[in-house]
Each structure stands twice: as C-alpha cells, then as structure tokens.
C-alpha cells in the first residue's frame, strides 16, 4: 500500500511537468526504492540479525550486503508446482506467483542518477531528469505487482550454543561469509567459519567466564573482551572486571 501511493504520488508529479515538481518526484522515487529494500531486508532479517542487514540505510549498500550472503535475493521469479510421476513436457504447471525485483544493479544506478539531481544545478535537463523517472516508474510499478516473495534456498541449519535460537543460512551464500551472528538481539554470539578436513567447522567466536560467586557460565563476544572490560553475571548479577590476558597452547603434529 505504502509503494502504491508512492507510484500513485510519482505519476502525478510527473505529470505536472513542471521543473519542482520533478525533482519532487525525484525524492518521491528515492523514496519508494527504499521502501522495496527495507521489504526485502525484512524478509531476509527473519534468517539473519537484524543489526547485521539494517546496518547500512542506503537500499545499494544493503542489497549489496544482503547479495554477498543471499546470491539470488534480488533476481525475479515465478514459483510453478505440478503433480508428481508425469513426463516433464506433459506436466501441467500451475503458476503459484511471481516476484519481481530490482537488481542489484538497478537499484545502484536509479539510487545515485536520481540523487544527483537532489542538488542546486541550472542546468537540469528535464527530459533527460523525466526519462530516468519513468524508467524508474515502469521499474517500481513491475515489483509493485509481485504477489509472493519466498525463499527456497538450501540453509545450513545449527542451534545457537549460548541461547539455544534456531540459526539458518543460505548454503549458497556462506561461501562468501566468515561469521555467522546469532539473529536474537539479546545474544549476537558470533560464529567463525574454520575449514577443516571434513568440511567446514564452525566455532563459537565467544570465551567463556564462570561467575566467581555462583559458577553460572557466561559467554563473551571475543572481540568485546579486553582488560578492564566488566560484565554482569547473568544468574546472580555479580559484577566482574577483566583483569588479565592468559595464552592458551598445545603440542602441533599430535
Ligand atoms: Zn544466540
Ligand atoms: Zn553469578
């Protein structure tokens, strides 16, 4: 809904045709393809932490990121189901829905073109300016009609160590990521990707601390850890402070 009077708004101000209402329409269209990248961020977020997705507000840079661990996530589609045992040409496939996208690229070059005209020039070509606004326009309109956005990528499923949350990634997209975070915001433990001799580990990236009053086990982000870093028991509420770095090692070739 929020897209349509954002395309219903876009249309008007194009149609006025005058120079103000253009770069109006400008920021109008600016607008709406944040409005479809916070959609699709959302959707992802259900999967991954939603600190790691809305980190970047600019739809470009998030895509870009969302891309990186989702490789499919801005490409359209059409989902079609038919019954089972039949020869593949005689299947009758029935259409579930379809969605459309706007590339990553796409959503790059609409997001910087239109923004440079978010500046004080006196030499704005407005055919030029309405061109790329209803291209941006028919774009806007074609995602506007999806009627499904799914997702049915191959996941890597583990259990959170610290917090028990179900985490899932795209098998596809791990390949270019090194860290896994925990998506529930209270926990953020964060997992490193180790590849071993069969196939890939992945270890907790947290070093553990048992509270000193009730020998609750608390575990810490590694990279928050440093001398003079306090933390709270979670059990008993006792505060302790990091007062020393200790080196751990082992025999190599055992
Ligand atoms: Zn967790
Ligand atoms: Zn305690």
Known sequence: MELTNKIKKIEDLIKEDSEDALIYAVLECRMAIEIVSKKKIDFYCKRYNTKLLNK????????????QIEPQADQSYE????????????????????????????????FHKLGSYLHYRNDTDLNKLKKLLNSALSDLTRVNQS?????????IAFECKKCSTPIHYNEEGTKNIHEFVCPNPSCEAVYKKKPGGDGTQLIIDNVMFT??????KE???????DIGYIFTCSSCKAQHE???KQWMYGLCNL
Request: include cysteine.
């Open 56 to 67: 970047h507000w600019q739809p470009n840079k998030a895509i870009k990121l969302l891309k």
């Open 79 to 110: 989902l079609m189901i038919s019954r089972e045992g039949q020869d593949t040409e005689e299947k009758n496939w029935i259409s579930l829905g379809k969605h459309e996208s706007l590339s990553l690229k796409s959503t790059t070059d609409y």
């Open 147 to 155: 009627t499904l956005m799914s997702d049915l990528a191959l996941t």
């Open 211 to 216: 509270c000193q009053q009730c020998e609750q």
């Open 219 to 225: 575990y810490i982000n590694s990279s928050k850890v």
């Open 242 to 244: 990091v007062i020393e």
